[in-house]
T-cell receptor, first 110, second 117 residues
Framework: EDQVTQSPEALRLQEGESSSLNCSYT??????LFWYRQDPGKGPEFLFT?????EEKEKERLKATLTKKESFLHITAPKPEDSATYLC???????????WGAGTKLIIKP | DAGVIQSPRHEVTEMGQEVTLRCKPI?????LFWYRQTMMRGLELLIY????????DSGMPEDRFSAKMPNASFSTLKIQPSEPRDSAVYFC???????????????FGPGTRLLVL
């Protein structure tokens, strides 16, 4: 059964304190792994898609990496505006559906 | 582009009443998804349309839920009769929906917060 697990559930950091969020997955053939950001009261906002192990993508202070079992979202020198819930989802080869993780709530304190 | 548009943004109703949620996908997108999000269950796919045709409605909780897509620019999700356990945030998302696409990014609307009293 396809499954996505995100950790930690919540993460509190000081402004400027770098860290990483984890997304572990099991899927019968990976078509794509997606990272989204969700602010309170808003819909998920697309960040990255990763297709194969070893791939990396960057956007401002965020960098996403992918292995055969997990993905990391690295946050470098975060700012308070990076506070949000970060969602991970995978799409397998045998299914069009996205399998969603429960998300990591990130809080950056000034 | 305006992005995915949903209405209403908030809906408060009483148990037993009919609720209709509306969605306008991104122009040119051929796939449309309805999701429900709760604290307990996270994001759940309810139904998926491609080229206005329902492809998979296995996520629809029960017969009280129905969805239509009469044309490429409009979809509705209806709950009749509504129950308190239907209280959640309902999202609409769209993607290009190209045949043979390896993957397609889904773009979400702002959601409708539904409270059934």
């Amino acid at each position: 059964e396809d499954q996505v697990t995100q950790s930690p559930e919540a993460l509190r950091l000081q402004e400027g304190e770098s860290s990483s969020l984890n997304c572990s997955y099991t899927v019968s053939g990976l078509r794509g792994l997606f990272w989204y950001r969700q602010d309170p009261g808003k819909g998920p906002e697309f960040l990255f898609t990763l297709y194969s192990a070893g791939e990396e993508k960057e956007k401002e202070r965020l960098k996403a990496t992918l292995t055969k079992k997990e993905s990391f979202l690295h946050i470098t020198a975060p700012k308070p505006e990076d506070s949000a819930t970060y969602l991970c989802a995978v799409q397998g080869l045998s299914n069009y559906q996205l399998i969603w993780g429960a998300g990591t709530k990130l809080i950056i304190k000034p | 582009d305006a992005g995915v548009i949903q209405s209403p943004r908030h809906e408060v109703t009483e148990m037993g009443q009919e609720v209709t949620l509306r969605c306008k996908p991104i122009s040119g997108h051929n796939s449309l998804f309805w999701y429900r999000q709760t604290m307990m269950r996270g994001l759940e796919l309810l139904i998926y349309f491609n080229n206005n045709v329902p492809i998979d409605d296995s996520g629809m909780p029960e017969d009280r839920f129905s969805a239509k897509m009469p044309n490429a620019s409009f979809s509705t999700l209806k709950i009749q009769p509504s129950e308190p356990r239907d209280s959640a945030v309902y999202f609409c998302a769209s993607s290009l929906g190209l045949a043979g696409a390896l993957q397609e990014t889904q773009y979400f609307g702002p959601g409708t917060r539904l409270l059934v009293l």
